[in-house]
């Protein structure tokens, strides 16, 4: 479904906050139900809003634009912060 068609729907339904159809926050999308009867890190996963957890202002890039801003962590993830 095209994010404008999702918009739309989330409007008429008056949902303010998004939820990924293909990614909920739902404990099954992190584990494989059928290995484990229940959830077996309920203590350790809680799925959170930003604004639940950040305080203040928030800074993609805190005074200006410098190269060493974006450094690959451990997901191997440099490309797609570069790309954002």
Do not use: C
Not at 54 to 77: A, K, M, N, W
């Amino acid at each position: 479904m095209p994010a404008t068609g999702l918009t739309d729907q989330m409007k008429k339904k008056a949902i303010t906050n998004f939820v990924d159809p293909d990614f909920p926050p739902l404990y099954e999308i992190l584990y494989d139900p059928a290995e484990y009867k229940e959830y077996p890190f309920k203590n350790a996963v809680h799925f959170k809003r930003p604004k639940e957890w950040l305080t203040g202002e928030v800074f993609v890039f805190y005074e200006g634009i410098d190269p060493h801003d974006i450094r690959s962590g451990e997901l191997g993830d440099g490309y797609f912060l570069s790309a954002l």
